[in-house]
């Protein structure tokens, strides 16, 4: 008897070695051909340009964003900043509107959620509002704050606030009646059910919210530079566009991709943190 579980332990321990192995060798493939096509599409672009096939005027090739990127770093020609106080200035901006985003909609979305008569007093406020796009804000945002920072946070907050509050409240409508059930059985308070079981139930849901609207304020970016602004990478690309420079716009965009791609990894280190349920199974 001894024997044949030790043989069987062994087997499985084999199998998970093997699938682990499996695993890693399918992650190392997809990572090369990654890297293949990230490389086939900036030489086909290089060559693309290289041979007049495309106008230079209208798109700079790769090797010319590099140079610029690496001039931006110490020249604050020609936009008058250097490319990490344009970094500074938009960071600031965007985790403002990010970060209060998170902390009203997600609370917010939550509540709406669950408590069917909240959701019945902010729902019709809701509805009207979240159709509006963020950009139509702006004159109002100047009247109401003027042309500083806080119209420029507003405008983000309005972009990130939306899908933070929709993701929440979706996650705890569709908590598992049974679980909720459960709950009551074992004596549970409804403010216990609210926040052990629906929030715990919505978490997947909300993040991916969070992550939607990380998107949306980083892409709101550039329309609330709009707003009187003298620094940012949404103003380094509009003087890219009133200077003709294809360069510093690619620049810019580039840095917000990389940026942007920053903040998403950490946000899945952090909900494999918070969902260690999900990321387990």
């Not at 985003?101 to 509540?111: D, E, F, N, R, T």
């Not at 052990?196 to 993040?207: D, E, G, I, S």
Request: proline share 5%; charged share 15%.
């Amino acid at each position: 008897m001894g024997n044949q579980d030790e043989k069987t332990t062994s087997k499985v321990a084999n199998s998970i070695l093997i699938e682990t192995a499996a695993r890693k060798r399918e992650r190392k493939q997809l990572l090369i051909i990654s890297l293949v096509c990230i490389f086939l599409f900036f030489g086909i672009w290089e060559i693309a340009v290289r041979l007049n096939w495309i106008d230079g005027k209208y798109l700079c090739a790769p090797s010319a964003v590099i140079k610029t990127f690496m001039t931006k770093l110490s020249d604050p020609k020609p936009d008058g900043a250097v490319l990490g106080i344009h970094i500074i200035t938009s960071l600031k901006l965007v985790l403002i509107g990010y970060i209060a985003a998170i902390i009203i909609g997600v609370p917010l979305g939550l509540l709406m959620g669950y408590y069917h008569t909240f959701d019945k007093l902010v729902s019709p406020i809701f509805e009207i509002i979240r159709p509006i796009p963020p950009i139509a804000w702006i004159p109002l945002s100047i009247i109401w704050l003027g042309v500083g920072t806080a119209a420029k946070c507003f405008i983000i907050f309005l972009a990130a606030f939306v899908p933070c509050v929709i993701n929440s409240y979706t996650g705890v409508k569709l908590t598992p009646p049974v679980l909720v059930n459960v709950a009551k059985t074992c004596g549970a308070t409804r403010w216990e059910i609210f926040s052990t079981v629906c929030v715990h139930y919505a978490m997947p849901l909300t993040f991916t919210g969070i992550q939607v609207s990380l998107g949306n304020a980083w892409s709101t970016l550039v329309a609330s530079e709009l707003v009187s602004a003298t620094a940012g990478l949404g103003y380094m690309i509009q003087q890219g566009r009133s200077l003709v420079r294809p360069d510093i716009i690619l620049v810019g965009m580039l840095t917000i991709g990389i940026l942007g791609a920053i903040f998403t990894t950490l946000l899945s280190k952090l909900e494999n943190k918070v969902v260690k349920w999900r990321a387990k199974s």
